[in-house]
């Protein structure tokens, strides 16, 4: 069976994913780029952007295994984008220009569908009201046998996480206080139980933590 | 100047020190022992409670700097004991036994003062009904000069904290989901732009995050 997978998840120290706010310019809202900081210094940040350079240490090491193997991603309607209730502006195509670096299917959940939107390079949004199960199923059939990604953001994550859906969890703590925006961990006690554990910590000063069966 | 000290405080990845329902037999409520498990190898634990063996790794490294150079103690009430309100059972001498690891004046926090307390092995617990500055002032003298520990619970430290009284802070971040107990970081949003920040994980798969000046 494929595996359901997240990646370079980052959550500060006080269990934040995301910050307040988010807006066009502020995808992550107050938080700015403070919770992402480690992995634009990857060369897998760099490439995905078509910028050359980049470390390739452990962080990178972590942050390439986002794309291998995947066949589909599943994201929230807050990761796409920051429009609210009924699409007002059709031309929005999130946030990642005509060539995003998915190159897969990607499954934007939201209670307001509209048709299917195909980007350059192998990226197609559809846009779909729907359980985490019933995503997943739909997702797993357009991923052809390979590996789901759930891709943030926080809410989303842990409805899979609550639904027992996830096989491989990447957390990236980062040792900030971020004070307020959406938890991750909310509802999720004992969720190590499920799992093995394991911690390490870069020289970029964030902790990887992996969760996998 | 002496510095004002916390060390070998705990949090879960979701950000509690403590669990829910702290009494006689857990004073760590539903954590239960699942916060301090790094510690209670370390060779520091097992002196403490003269027992023999324990690790002297770097968990122990860092454990171990708990004591020297420590002169007086502050400690939240709940730290003390699990009494609320008026105190009905004034034999209660903390959870330590009557040798207390701490061999110094312990000010505990409460809104009810009482006699001071003086233990084995130059121990004493004095109650105060103070703020952080006030009780720290007291400490200070009682130290002669030496550092103040701020020993806990998460209340307290938070308390300290968000007064900026707080030069060294060694937090251990355990990779467990409480779901529920005391936050820890809660009104702290920003709280590592006023210090150095390091982390290192451990065999034992916690990761020590130090905050210093």
């Excluded at 480690?38 to 390439?64: C, I, K, P, Q, Y």
């Excluded at 299917?105 to 307001?112: D, K, Y």
């Amino acid at each position: 069976m494929s595996q359901v997978r997240v990646h370079n998840f980052a959550v500060s120290l006080d269990g934040f994913s995301t910050g307040e706010g988010q807006s066009l310019d502020a995808p992550f809202g107050h938080a700015g780029g403070r919770l992402m900081e480690w992995f634009f210094h990857t060369r897998t940040f760099r490439d995905m952007h078509e910028e050359g350079g980049g470390g390739t240490g452990v962080d990178n090491a972590l942050a390439s295994n986002w794309g291998p193997g995947i066949g589909a991603e599943i994201m929230g309607r807050n990761k796409f984008g920051p429009q609210r209730g009924p699409w007002e502006d059709h031309d929005w195509a999130g946030w990642w220009g005509d060539n995003p670096p998915f190159h897969t299917p990607v499954f934007v959940l939201t209670h307001h569908p509209r048709s299917s939107v195909e980007m350059k390079g192998g990226t197609t949004f559809h846009f779909i009201d729907a359980s985490p199960q019933e995503a997943l199923e739909q997702a797993r059939e357009a991923a052809g046998g390979l590996d789901v990604r759930i891709g943030g953001g926080p809410s989303t994550v842990r409805e899979f996480l609550a639904a027992d859906l996830i096989d491989h969890l990447h957390v990236v703590v980062v040792p900030i206080v971020l004070g307020r925006g959406v938890r991750l961990w909310d509802g999720l006690e004992g969720l190590e139980q499920r799992f093995s554990v394991e911690s390490v910590t870069t020289p970029s000063g964030v902790t990887h933590v992996t969760f996998t069966r």
